[in-house]
C-alpha cells in the first residue's frame, strides 16, 4: 500500500542524476528521497540497449527494496530506451522519466515549434525525444544532437574552461542554424555546464532542464494521488551507489551544489 | 599443459586495448590472439579499486574458457591495481601488464632520469607506475599527471582538434616544467594522440607507448620458454566484447587502424 510517507526513489547511471535530487529538494522538501547510483557500471550512454534495459532492470529492484512511492529515472538514456522495462520491473508502482518531462516542458514553452535536443550518443540515437516532443505536438520541428564530451567535461570540472566553450560552440552550431527557440538539456550532467551553453545559444532560447521538469512531474502526480509528504521534517537524501570512486566527494558537492556529503551505502548489483 | 599453439589471451576495460592487438600481430603475426573488451563496464579508470579487482577476476575467468599461454592486461587501470589478483585467477600462467613493460621502457631508455607519466585518474593516483620504476631505476625521478579527458576526447574522434590540443597542452606543461626526457603513455588510447602529445613535448622526449612495450616484453617472455607460435599463418584475433555499442565499428577501426572488422562474440560478464 502507498503511503505520503514512504519516500520517492530515483536512480541514474551515476550521480549525474543528482541534479534531479535537489530539483527535488528544492520543490518539494519534504519528501524523503532513495537515490541509487549505479557507479560501478557508469556512463550507461555509450552501451547498447540491450545492456542498458539488464542494468535499468537491477536497478530498479534495488530501489524496490526501500518500498518508494514513486521512482524517477532520473538517466535520460535509461528514460529513453528502458522506460517499459522500468515499468514491469516496479509492480505497478508509478514511473516518471525525466525525458518525457523534459520533452512536455519543451512543447509548452517553445513558441515557433523548433525544439533543440542534446544529450549523450544513446538518447539522441534512439530519437526518444523526437518522439515524445511528435507525439504531444505533431507539427513540432526537433533537431538532435549527441554531445559526447559534456560529460566528462564537466566531470573534470572544466566549467568555463575555454575548450569547453570551442567543443561546445561547434555541438550547437548546428542546432542554431535551424532557428530553434528551446533547448532541451537531455543529460542530466548539462545543467552543469547550463551559463556557458546560455551564453552561446543567447537569451532568446529557452533551456529546458528536465531535471527541474521532472520534480514539477513528481508533484502534481504525487498531488494528484494524495501521495504528498505531509513530514514537517526535512531529511538528508539515503545514497546508495554501486561503487565508491575516489572523485565521489567533488562530484557530489558538484552536482548537489553543497558541502555536506552525507554518509553513502554500497550495495552490489544483480 | 601450455603449446606454442595455444593463443596469447589479452583483456581491458574496453577496447582502447586493441592497440596491444595491433602491436602483437605487427611483431608477432602468428600468434593467435583471444581478446576481451570489457565494454558493458568500460571504463575502469575512473573506479575504486574493489571494484576494480572483481572485474580483473571475472575478465581473467573469460579468457581462461580459451586456454592461453600467455594473458596480456592491456588495461594500464588493472595492471596498476590488480596485477595479483589476475596472477591469483590464472592457475600460474604467465601474466604480463602494459604498467611494468611500459615503466621498463622508460627506464631503459631515459638518459637523465627524468621520467613523464600520464594515465587515468585511478593509474596515477594508485602511484604504480612511480613504484616500478623507482624499483627499477631508485634514482629516477617521476611526474605524474592524471589526464581524464583524452579517452573521451580520442573517442569522438578529437585527433587534431584545437579543443584538443589545447587541453594536452595544459594537462601536459606540469610535467615539461620539470624537464623530463621519457614520457610514458600510461593509457591505451593514448597513443591515438601521439602525433599532437609529439608536437607538445617537442622531438627531445622520447615517447614510451606502453602498448608496443609489452609486446616486446610478450617475445621475449615466449622465446624463453620455447611458446613462440610456429604457425605460418596469420589468423584474425577472436574478439569477445561484454556489449556491443553502436561506436563499436568505427572504434575498431580507430584503434586497429584497418578497415576489416572480424566477427564478435558477446560474452556475459557474472
Redesign the interface.
Known amino acids: 500500500m502507498l503511503s505520503p510517507d514512504s519516500p520517492v526513489g530515483i536512480f541514474d547511471s551515476g550521480i549525474g542524476g543528482l541534479t534531479v535530487v535537489r530539483a527535488m529538494q528544492s520543490l518539494l522538501p519534504s519528501e524523503r528521497i532513495i537515490y541509487f547510483g549505479d557507479?560501478?557500471?557508469?556512463p550507461y550512454g555509450?552501451?547498447?540497449q540491450?545492456?542498458i534495459c539488464r542494468y535499468a532492470h537491477e536497478d530498479t529492484r534495488i530501489l524496490m527494496r526501500h518500498q518508494p512511492k514513486l521512482i524517477i529515472i532520473a538517466c535520460n538514456t535509461v528514460s529513453a530506451l528502458a522506460l517499459n522495462v522500468v515499468e514491469n520491473s516496479s509492480n505497478g508502482l508509478p514511473v516518471l522519466g525525466v525525458l518525457e518531462a523534459g520533452a512536455g516542458l519543451a512543447v509548452e514553452r517553445t513558441r515557433n515549434g523548433r525544439i533543440g535536443v542534446i544529450g549523450t550518443?544513446?538518447t539522441i540515437?534512439s530519437n526518444a525525444y523526437a518522439c515524445a516532443i511528435g507525439s504531444m505536438a505533431p507539427d513540432a520541428e526537433v533537431y538532435s544532437r549527441a554531445c559526447?564530451?559534456f560529460?566528462?567535461?564537466a566531470?573534470?570540472g572544466?566549467i568555463d574552461h575555454?575548450?569547453?566553450k570551442?567543443?561546445a560552440e561547434e555541438y550547437l552550431e548546428e542546432l542554431l542554424v535551424h532557428d530553434i527557440d528551446t533547448l532541451v538539456l537531455g543529460c542530466t550532467h548539462y545543467p552543469i555546464l547550463k551559463a556557458m551553453i546560455r551564453e552561446i545559444t543567447g537569451p532568446d532560447v529557452t533551456i529546458i532542464d528536465s531535471a527541474e521538469a521532472v520534480a514539477e512531474s513528481a508533484r502534481t502526480m504525487l498531488a494528484e494521488r494524495g501521495l504528498l509528504s505531509t513530514a514537517t521534517e526535512t531529511t538528508p537524501p539515503h545514497l546508495l551507489v554501486?561503487?565508491?570512486?575516489?572523485?565521489f566527494q567533488s562530484l557530489y558537492r558538484l552536482f548537489l551544489r553543497t558541502s555536506e556529503v552525507p554518509d553513502v551505502e554500497l550495495v552490489g548489483t544483480?
Open positions: 557507479t560501478a557500471r557508469v555509450t552501451k547498447s540491450v545492456t550518443q544513446a540515437c559526447p564530451l560529460v566528462p567535461l566531470e573534470e572544466f575555454p575548450a569547453t570551442m567543443i554501486s561503487d565508491l570512486p575516489q572523485k544483480e
